[in-house]
């Protein structure tokens, strides 16, 4: 809520700049990715694998954004899948859209908080030595936020004055952390948790998946093809949410640029072609026919981290 407090301040005068609007707008795409690529498909449902540098880059650019632990969000999404529009769906947009786009942030679940659900859905993450240490230190956060801030501040400040006094570099530097972190941060999040509600309310559907997932276009647009949420419910593991030559997936083909130099590979393919890797047809009864392929329903597969069955 502090932070929404602040980014009010966008609407004083002074704290106005180009530099600070582009910082923003370029800033909802590379930090939004982090949290899309690096905590959703990378670490969620380990849909492509990175090196481990640049996997520890994402997820410190995603803490930028001030959405969780990597622990913490990788679980709370994994519990999802795993329960959508049930009871146990720490955010489902059924109860209201209201409790499924931020509500449930306000509301500490104890269900959904208790310790042996992060070890349940997110052991693997816990593995790593550097996100174990996160949850250690939960103040780990907002200390990367504020450095953040820090950092847009002084680069700010040190690159105005080469045009301007200490005052002016001053509110240069204020108005470079107002829309390029504070506005920034407010936006993110409100897209992020527009797949949560949204996409479980508005759109339409490929497949009729066991709950409420829906393909939502405009969520797609700003999401960079997370909006796509019916097609990841029907196969989560898939690297890719376009199912239809026109249902873009920004996300998905910047995770294929990523493999043609090096940071990306193990990219998951459709479930009919990883079936069909693997000589054999599996899974549950198929559904509807789409674009000359078969969908099947198993959306839990993908988040069971009990190390037996991620597909
Ligand atoms: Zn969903
Ligand atoms: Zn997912």
């Known amino acids: 809520m502090a932070v929404h407090a602040l980014s009010v301040l966008v609407l004083v005068p002074a704290l106005w700049s180009w530099t600070g609007v582009v910082l923003c707008v370029a800033g909802i795409h590379v930090f939004g990715q982090t949290i899309t690529m690096g905590y959703h498909r990378l670490l969620a449902h380990r849909s492509f694998t990175t090196?481990?540098?640049f996997e520890h880059l994402l997820v410190i650019g995603a803490m930028c954004c001030l959405e969780d632990s990597p622990a913490r969000w990788i679980a709370t999404h994994r519990m999802h899948h795993a329960h959508s529009d049930e009871e146990q769906d720490p955010h489902s947009p059924l109860v209201t859209f209201l409790w499924g786009h931020l509500g449930w942030l306000f509301v500490r679940n104890q269900a959904t908080h208790q310790s042996g659900n992060y070890?349940?859905?997110a052991r693997d993450v816990l593995g790593d030595?550097?996100?174990?240490?996160?949850?250690k230190h939960p103040q780990c956060p907002f200390w990367i936020y504020l450095a953040q801030c820090a950092l847009y501040a002084v680069a700010g400040f040190a690159a105005a004055l080469l045009w301007t006094d200490a005052t002016g570099a001053a509110l240069f530097a204020a108005s470079v952390v107002v829309w390029g972190v504070v506005l920034r941060t407010v936006l993110v999040w409100h897209i992020t948790w527009s797949v949560n509600s949204l996409t479980h309310l508005f759109g339409y559907r490929n497949y009729e998946t066991e709950e409420h997932s829906q393909n939502?276009?405009?969520?797609a647009l700003v999401a960079a093809?997370?909006?796509?949420?019916?097609?990841?419910h029907a196969d989560p593991s898939c690297c890719s949410l376009q199912h239809r030559w026109w249902e873009l997936d920004l996300t998905y083909w910047e995770i294929r640029v990523l493999s043609m130099v090096g940071?990306?590979?193990d990219i998951t393919p459709r479930r009919s072609v990883r079936a069909a890797n693997r000589g054999t047809v599996r899974g549950s009864a198929p559904r509807r026919q789409h674009d000359g392929q078969v969908g099947s329903i198993d959306a839990a597969v993908a988040v069971d981290v009990g190390g037996t069955s991620r597909a």
């Open 51 to 53: 090196p481990l540098w």
């Open 119 to 121: 070890h349940r859905y």
């Open 129 to 135: 030595p550097l996100y174990m240490w996160i949850e």
């Open 216 to 219: 939502n276009w405009i969520v």
């Open 225 to 232: 093809g997370e909006g796509w949420h019916n097609n990841h």
């Open 263 to 265: 940071l990306a590979s």
